[in-house]
């Protein structure tokens, strides 16, 4: 790969290791654990082409993630793809997932009642989802990235056969006492079991894939024309609710890649899936299609580029409405660690100490 020119959203994206969220106990635990993996060299990073064109000219975007620690994110100068580039190689995110993954972003790292209540609660929201256009009826179900299979859960009380595969067996071993069919391992799993769906679940799953194109393809390989994928994943451009304008705090180690819907459509497009439905947030459910055709390649670099821009701008503005809406919800409650957050995150924090 090779940096063609630096595009660093500004200075806060610099690496500094500084984290921008505030952790508990342990994840700080956790957070120390990766860093140690990371000086010790026991985690391994490498250079790889555009996982979209397989080109390698990018510019750098930002150094770190909101975690602190150094993550090089760049976008593609021939289609626009924002991803992770070094990043960690295979087995080291496999160790990552194993052993850290759960207890950084969620402050526990074994599998819990409320997490799998939370992932139940989501289930239903992607099945009223996909059911809009789908007669969900007795179909079989594989969902990647299960977690402890909350989501499945759902499904399967509504008649469905599902499957889960999860990198993290402590996950996987809970979601299994509550009586869901869970694997620890990969999509490879499936095939080697021979289990065969009619629809398979991303849900903020396909970020986290190192070589999203070869997921795609193989399961392309795999399922009968008419099958679904159902893909969710953290928008690039709905960044307000969840990160607060804040496209720093939407970075993080686990992500290899980012998408809005209209890269996202592309991407399964030319992977021979063409889209059902699909918003912004992104929700998107797609339909294999009986032949891969070469498309026309789209260049979302523009695009990309002005949609961070645009976030940026609106995370430094005090009158923005969900910055007025946080700052004001904080007062009324007395938080004043995280009115101290919102004025750091909109820039002026460091002219009121003064």
Same mark, same amino acid.
């Given at each position: 790969?090779?940096?063609?020119?630096?595009?660093?959203?500004?200075?806060?994206?610099?690496?500094?290791?500084?984290?921008?969220?505030?952790?508990?106990?342990?994840?700080?635990?956790?957070?120390?654990?990766?860093?140690?993996?990371?000086? #010790? !060299?026991?985690?391994? @990073?490498?250079?790889?082409?555009?996982?979209?064109?397989? =080109?390698?000219?990018? *510019?750098? &975007?930002? $150094?770190?993630?909101?975690?602190?620690?150094?993550?090089?994110?760049?976008?593609?100068?021939?289609?626009?793809?924002?991803?992770?580039?070094?990043?960690?190689?295979?087995?080291?995110?496999?160790?990552?997932?194993?052993?850290?993954?759960?207890?950084?972003?969620?402050?526990?790292?074994?599998?819990?009642?409320?997490?799998?209540?939370?992932?139940?609660n989501?289930?239903?929201?992607?099945?009223?989802?996909?059911?809009?256009?789908?007669?969900?009826?007795?179909?079989?179900?594989?969902?990647?990235?299960?977690?402890?299979g909350?989501?499945?859960?759902?499904?399967?009380?509504?008649?469905?056969?599902?499957?889960?595969?999860?990198?993290? #067996? !402590?996950?996987?071993? @809970?979601?299994?006492?509550?009586?869901?069919?869970?694997? =620890?391992?990969?999509? *490879?799993v &499936?095939? $080697?079991?021979?289990?065969?769906?009619?629809?398979?679940?991303?849900?903020?799953?396909?970020?986290?894939?190192?070589?999203?194109?070869?997921?795609?393809?193989?399961?392309y390989?795999?399922?009968?024309?008419?099958?679904?994928?159902?893909?969710?994943?953290?928008?690039?451009?709905?960044?307000?609710?969840?990160?607060?304008?804040?496209?720093?705090?939407?970075?993080?180690?686990?992500?290899?890649?980012?998408?809005?819907?209209?890269?996202?459509?592309?991407?399964?497009?030319?992977?021979?899936?063409?889209?059902?439905?699909?918003?912004?947030?992104?929700?998107?459910?797609f339909?294999?299609?009986?032949?891969?055709?070469?498309k026309?390649?789209?260049?979302n670099?523009?695009t990309?580029?002005?949609?961070?821009?645009?976030?940026? =701008?609106?995370?430094?503005?005090?009158?923005?409405?969900?910055?007025?809406?946080?700052?004001?919800?904080?007062?009324?409650?007395?938080?004043?660690?995280?009115?101290?957050s919102?004025?750091?995150?909109?820039?002026?924090?460091?002219?009121?100490?003064?």
């Amino acid at each position: 790969m090779e940096i063609l020119s630096n595009k660093i959203l500004s200075s806060r994206y610099k690496a500094n290791g500084k984290a921008i969220l505030e952790l508990n106990k342990s994840q700080t635990e956790a957070l120390n654990a990766i860093k140690s993996k990371i000086d #010790s !060299s026991k985690y391994v @990073f490498e250079a790889v082409e555009c996982l979209n064109c397989n =080109s390698n000219g990018f *510019d750098l &975007i930002a $150094e770190k993630d909101r975690y602190g620690l150094a993550v090089s994110t760049v976008i593609c100068r021939e289609c626009g793809l924002l991803q992770t580039n070094p990043r960690m190689n295979q087995n080291s995110y496999n160790d990552f997932y194993e052993n850290h993954y759960r207890q950084l972003y969620s402050g526990n790292s074994i599998g819990t009642d409320v997490f799998f209540k939370n992932q139940h609660n989501h289930g239903k929201l992607i099945y009223d989802f996909i059911r809009q256009n789908v007669n969900l009826e007795d179909l079989n179900i594989v969902e990647v990235g299960a977690g402890a299979g909350g989501i499945l859960s759902f499904f399967k009380e509504n008649g469905c056969a599902v499957w889960g595969v999860d990198l993290g #067996s !402590s996950y996987v071993d @809970f979601g299994k006492e509550k009586g869901i069919e869970l694997f =620890s391992g990969t999509i *490879d799993v &499936i095939f $080697e079991k021979k289990i065969k769906p009619n629809l398979v679940i991303y849900s903020h799953v396909l970020e986290h894939i190192l070589n999203p194109n070869i997921e795609i393809q193989k399961w392309y390989n795999y399922l009968n024309v008419g099958d679904m994928i159902y893909i969710e994943v953290p928008g690039l451009d709905n960044l307000t609710k969840n990160y607060r304008n804040d496209f720093l705090r939407y970075l993080q180690n686990a992500h290899t890649v980012h998408f809005n819907l209209a890269i996202l459509e592309s991407f399964m497009n030319k992977n021979g899936f063409d889209m059902v439905i699909g918003n912004e947030n992104v929700q998107a459910l797609f339909v294999k299609r009986e032949l891969v055709t070469n498309k026309k390649k789209n260049n979302n670099y523009e695009t990309v580029i002005n949609i961070l821009k645009k976030y940026e =701008s609106k995370r430094k503005n005090i009158f923005d409405s969900n910055n007025r809406k946080y700052f004001f919800s904080n007062v009324k409650n007395k938080s004043k660690r995280n009115i101290v957050s919102f004025f750091k995150n909109i820039g002026v924090y460091k002219f009121l100490k003064k």
